[in-house]
């Protein structure tokens, strides 16, 4: 792992609970519990190809999915871009020998800075903070991003369809100790999935959706190859 941090000048820091380091603490105590959280990463890892050679974690948090993404594709590496301190510090300790990773400090509310070209494009419950002007505009940004058959993967926490469905999501989070962060800018999934395809995206769709968690998918098309 690069030993420190690379991080933008100017970048405001996002006013959020994440900046604080006993939510972040409150959510890695909890954060396994999450009921069938393990269904929606195994179907994220079963979408990405295992030669992938390159990937991008976006709200990479303590580096959970950037761990096993990397697992899953042996020879790739690994970026991980967060903003919370607390988060990447957590990310530090856990990839303090592992030479294939590198952590960027930088705020998602504003354009992703120069990282290249990826393979893959990840992220887990972290784009949903973003405001949806900026959810859409980032969604174009990692499109960009991806080399031609690149996969953007996203484990996202979604919008329900109503406000009867969204209290029996709380009612079933309770369970985890859950509380709502007010930091959350939920959207539906059908909204999501239209911006992607509008965007470029190709086979779109959501592949896994348990209430509130939902897995968002597309590709680039891998005829560019050929222009």
Partial sequence: ????????????????????????????????????????????????????QRILDLGC???HL???????????????L????????????????????????????????????????VSSFAIHHCEHHRKRDLFAEIFEFLRPGGVFCNLEHVASATPAIHDRFL???????????????LLDVETQLRWLRELGYEDVDCHWKWRELALLCGRRAEAELLA
């Avoid at 941090?5 to 396994?32: F, N």
């Avoid at 990463?41 to 030669?51: F, G, K």
């Avoid at 950037?66 to 991980?80: F, M």
């Avoid at 079933?172 to 800018?185: F, H, I, L």
Wanted: with cysteine; proline share 8%.
């Fill in 66 to 80: 950037l761990s096993l993404t990397l697992d899953h594709c042996p020879e790739a590496t690994g970026v991980g």
């Fill in 82 to 121: 967060d903003f919370s301190p607390a988060m990447l510090q957590r990310a530090r300790e856990r990839f303090a020998a592992n030479h294939r990773v590198s952590l960027v400090d930088h705020n998602m509310e504003t354009p992703l800075p120069e990282l290249g070209t990826f393979d893959v494009v």
């Fill in 171 to 185: 009612e079933a989070m309770r369970a985890t100790n859950d509380v709502e962060d007010p930091s959350n800018r």
């Fill in 61 to 63: 948090g303590d580096g």
């Fill in 1 to 52: 792992m690069s030993s420190d941090c690379q991080k933008p000048e100017g970048i405001p820091a996002m006013t959020s609970e994440w900046t604080r380091p006993e939510h972040v603490e409150s959510y890695l105590a909890i954060k396994d519990s999450v009921p069938h959280r393990d269904a929606g990463e195994a179907t994220l890892l079963a979408e990405i190809p295992r030669n992938s």
